[in-house]
DNA sequence: CTGAAAGCGCTTACAG
DNA sequence: CTGAAAGCGCTTACAG
C-alpha cells in the first residue's frame, strides 16, 4: 500500500486488476471504459487519495497543466482580483497559475514571454492591459502554438481569444450620471494616450456628454499618467479655469484621489464645490473622505472567464462576438449637484 | 536541426557528439566534465536555444521546478510585492511562482495545502502571515518533505525556516518618534489579537512609550480589525476621550485612512490637532491628504530573500540567526508637535 | 572524466 | 471495451 498522495498509475492498476492504460483512460474521461470497470477504478482512486502526475501527464502530452498570467504593470489590486479569478476557475482542475510580470518597455520583451511559454510548455496565458494591447505578442504565442486570451477594452482579436472590457460603454454611464445632476461645465482628466483603456474611457465619457447636448471643450481635458501626482496637476490645471468646472470625472481612483488633493488645497470643498467621479472602485475609494463615486469593474470575473476560456475543450464552438464584461458607476459621496 | 526552443538533450549530444549524460553533467553543473568539453556543449546549447524541459527534468528528480507562495489574506499591495520580490530571486533559475491563496479559517485547509505541494511536488513553499503562524501548517510540510520558509514577527522555526519582520522594532521606532515630537498623550488602534503582527506592532509602540517613562493605559488602546471601518471606529472611541489623544498610532494604514474620516468629521485638523502614524507604507499613504506618515517594511526585499533561501544548495549552512528585514519610519505630513 | 541501461509516471499508436 | 510496447526528456545507479 503506496503512502497517502504517492500512489502511482501502476499502483491503481494492479490493484484493480488492469493494465494501466485503463486507468489512464479513466483519469482523462476516455468514454471507451465499461461503467463497472471505471467505477472500480474510481473508488481505488479516491481510497489510495491518487492524483496522476502532472509532470509525468505533461512530458506525455508535451504540454503542462500551467496557465500563466502575463501582465506589465496594472494596479495591486487589479492583479491580484485577477489571479483570484483565475484561481476560481482552476480550483480543482489539476491546473496551476503561474504568475508571469514584464516589462513591455523593453524591446525584447516578448522574447521573454516566448521562452516561458515554450519552456514551460504552458497550457496557454492570460494577457492583461497593457501588454494585452500588442498585437504582435499576440502573433508570437500564436506562432508556437499556445492557446491566450487578451482582456482589453476594444475587440483586437478573434472572439475565441478576447474578453472585452466595455470601459467606453462606462464612460458614457459617468458622462449620463454628471450630466442627470445637472452638471454643465465638466473636466476630464484621462489616462496616457498610449493606453487603450484610457482612450476608451474618456472618449466614452465626451461622447456621452456629446450626446446629451454638452460640449467637452478640449482646455477641459487634460491627460494625466494614471498617478497620483498626474491627478493633483490635472485638478490645478482645470480648477484654474473659468468657468471652473463643477464636475472632474477622472480616469482611475488614483488621479481622483489627487483631485480631491488639489480641490482641498483651494478650499474646495467635495461634493459641495466640486463632484468628483473616478474608475476602479480601488480600495482608495472607500477610503477616502468623502468616499468617492466610480466605476466599479468586475475584475475577479475577468479572471475567471478568461481561465475558463483557456480550459475550454480544444474544439470546443468559439463564440461569434468577443465575451465582454460590464462596468457600473458606484454611486458614493464625491458627486451631488451643482452649486446654485 | 530542431526548431528554436524545441531542442531536446539528444539533439545536444549528437552535435557535440557525447553521451547525453555528458549533456546532463554539463546542465546540472557537475565538475566531473572536461573544460573543453563543457564549453563545446554549452556553446551548442546557446545556439540552439536549448533549455532542458522542466517536466521531464522534475520527472527524473522527483520534485518539480515550483515554488508555491501560500498566503491567506493579505493586501493586495502585500501579496504583489512579495511576488515582485520572489521574482526577482527565481529570475533565469529555471523556478516558477506558483501563487495559492487559502482559507486559514477553513478547518480542512491545511490538507488543502498538503495536498497542493504534494501532487504538484514542489521545491518549496513560502510562507506568509497568517498562515506562516500556524505551526500545525509547518509540521506538515515538514512531514511531506517540502521545504518551507516562514514570514513572521517573531522567530517561530528554526532560523533555517524563517524570516523575522521586527515588526515590534518598528513599534518601538513610532513610540520614539511621537515622543520626541513631544506628544504625551497617546491613543493606539491595534490589529486583531489572533495577529501576531498586531500584538508585535501595538506591544513596540506600548513598550516605547514606557521607555520613555510615557504610560498608554488600557482605556486607550482600541482593538481593532485592520480595516478601514475599525480604524473609524477606533478614532471614534479614542477621540472621544478626556483628555483627548494628540497622537493615534495606527497598526496598519488602511485604519490611520479611519482615523482621518473620524478626525474629519469631527472638524479636527490633521496634524494640527492630531497627529496619525500608520503601519505599512501603502499607496494609500500617500494619497490621503495630508500624505501619511508611516511605517515602511521592505516586502518585496522579504520575498527575494525568501525565495533565495528556498533556492539555496541542499546542505548549505544553516544560518544560526534568523534572517531579518528592518522596517523604518518615513515621516511625511500627518505628525507633528502637539498642539500647545 | 565518460557512457549504456534502466527508470521517473504518464500517454500515444497500434492491435485485438 | 482492453492491453502490450514504445516513447515523452530527463536523471540515477552503476560500470569503466
Redesign the interface.
Known amino acids: 500500500m503506496p503512502a497517502p ?2 500512489a502511482t498509475i501502476n499502483d491503481i492498476a494492479r490493484l484493480a486488476a488492469v493494465s494501466k492504460k485503463t486507468v489512464s483512460r479513466v483519469i482523462n474521461n476516455s468514454p471507451l471504459v465499461r461503467p463497472d470497470t471505471r467505477e472500480k477504478i474510481q473508488t481505488l482512486m479516491k481510497q489510495l487519495g491518487y ?1 496522476p ?4 501527464r ?2 506525455a502530452f508535451r504540454r ?1 497543466f ?1 496557465i500563466g498570467l502575463v501582465y506589465d504593470n496594472p ?3 487589479y ?3 485577477m ?2 479569478g483565475a ?1 476560481d476557475a482552476l480550483r480543482d482542475s489539476g491546473y ?4 508571469h ?1 514584464c516589462d513591455s518597455n523593453r524591446d525584447d520583451y516578448i522574447d521573454g514571454i ?2 516561458f511559454a ?4 504552458l497550457h496557454g496565458v492570460i494577457l492583461i492591459p497593457r501588454v494585452s494591447e500588442d498585437d504582435q505578442l499576440a502573433r508570437a504565442l500564436r506562432e ?1 502554438d499556445v492557446r491566450y486570451v487578451r482582456i482589453a477594452s476594444i475587440p483586437l482579436d478573434d472572439p475565441a481569444h478576447m474578453l472585452h472590457t466595455q470601459e467606453r460603454q462606462a464612460g458614457v454611464e459617468a458622462a449620463n450620471y454628471l450630466q442627470s445632476l445637472g452638471h454643465r461645465q465638466l473636466g476630464l482628466i484621462t489616462g496616457p494616450h498610449r493606453y487603450r483603456s484610457s482612450i476608451e474611457r474618456g472618449g466614452g465619457f465626451a461622447h456621452g456628454l456629446a450626446q446629451r447636448g454638452i460640449e467637452l471643450t478640449p482646455d477641459y481635458v487634460f491627460e494625466g499618467g494614471y498617478t ?1 501626482e498626474s491627478g493633483v496637476a490635472g485638478a490645478e490645471y482645470l480648477l484654474a479655469k473659468s468657468p471652473r468646472p463643477t464636475a472632474i470625472f477622472a480616469c482611475n481612483d ?1 488621479m481622483a ?2 483631485v ?2 488639489a480641490a ?2 483651494r478650499g474646495l470643498s467635495i461634493p459641495g464645490d466640486l463632484s468628483v467621479v473616478g474608475y476602479d472602485d480601488s ?2 475609494a ?4 468623502p468616499a468617492l463615486t466610480t466605476i466599479h469593474s468586475p475584475i475577479r470575473d475577468l479572471g475567471r472567464q478568461a481561465a475558463q476560456m483557456l480550459l475550454a475543450p480544444e474544439h470546443a464552438p468559439a463564440p461569434t462576438q468577443p465575451l465582454s464584461v460590464t462596468p457600473h458607476l458606484v454611486v458614493r459621496d464625491s458627486s451631488q449637484p451643482p452649486p446654485v
Open positions: 498522495g504517492k492524483a502526475d502532472p509532470q509525468a505533461g512530458l503542462s500551467l494596479t495591486a489590486q492583479i491580484v482580483n489571479q483570484y484561481l496551476e497559475l503561474v504568475v510580470p516566448r521562452r515554450l519552456q514551460q510548455k508556437i497620483f488614483e484621489a489627487g480631491y488633493k482641498m488645497r480600495p482608495l472607500t477610503q477616502l473622505w
